[in-house]
């Protein structure tokens, strides 16, 4: 079955903390991998893709086939992190996790 | 250029009436979907579409028809609302078909839907 998996609803850390949001995926194909994030009153918004590598906004997210992963990570949390984040995984359709509530505390 | 919009913003509806959502884009993507947002549920795919004419299903069509006569438009038919189906709906679309490589998913703003 094609699902992805994100165990925690609400992550709650205080400002300059590390945050980890884990996301798991099933997918026999190779998995194309996303986030996607929800700030308060603003549209859904891509945060990154997995085959770029990329930093952005000082989050990134390394894929693991082996433990088929995609956990998304930041050293130190600012307030304005603050968010619904998603993550997304493309098998022909785009199937989205449950989504964490990242609560960053002054 | 205003992307993708939806229509109404808000609804509510009694249980067997009957509405349409819609969602039109002016970016000519090729890809459109209509995702229903629950709480604990995250996002949930109802249908989508790869092209004018060419519809399918996703994980929870039961209760939703969907239409793509032409690039721009991709409507969401309620025929017989339950109070199951209260959600926020959001419509959603990429350029390169189903890839997302080059081309993220724009939503719309979402269309609120209560039916008692």
């Known amino acids: 079955a094609q699902r992805v998996t994100q165990p925690e609803k609400l992550l709650s850390v205080f400002k300059g903390a590390p945050v980890e949001l884990k996301c798991n995926y099933s997918?026999?194909?190779?998995?194309?991998l996303f986030w996607y994030v929800q700030y308060s009153r603003q549209r859904l918004q891509l945060l990154l893709r997995?085959?770029s590598r990329e930093s952005i906004k000082g989050f990134t997210a390394d894929l693991n086939k082996g433990e088929t992963s995609f956990h998304l990570k930041k050293p130190f949390a600012q307030e304005e992190d603050s968010a619904m984040y998603y993550c997304v995984l493309n098998t022909g359709k785009l199937i989205f996790g449950q989504g964490t509530t990242l609560q960053v505390k002054p | 250029n205003a992307g993708v919009t939806q229509t109404p913003k808000f609804q509510v509806l009694k249980t067997g009436q009957s509405m349409t959502l819609q969602c039109a884009q002016d970016?000519?993507?090729?890809?459109m979907s209509w995702y229903r947002q629950d709480p604990g549920m995250g996002l949930r795919l109802i249908h989508y579409s790869v092209g004018a004419g060419i519809t399918d299903q996703g994980e929870v069509p039961n209760g939703y028809n969907v239409s793509r006569s032409t690039t721009e438009d991709f409507p969401l038919r309620l025929l017989s609302a339950a109070p199951s189906q209260t959600s926020v709906y959001f419509c959603?679309?990429?350029?390169?078909?189903?890839?997302?490589?080059?081309?993220?998913?724009?939503f719309g703003n979402g269309t609120r839907l209560t039916v008692t």
């Open positions: 970016m000519n993507h090729e890809y």
């Open positions: 997918y026999s194909g190779s998995p194309e």
């Open positions: 997995h085959i």
């Open positions: 959603a679309t990429t350029q390169d078909g189903t890839s997302s490589y080059n081309s993220p998913l724009h």
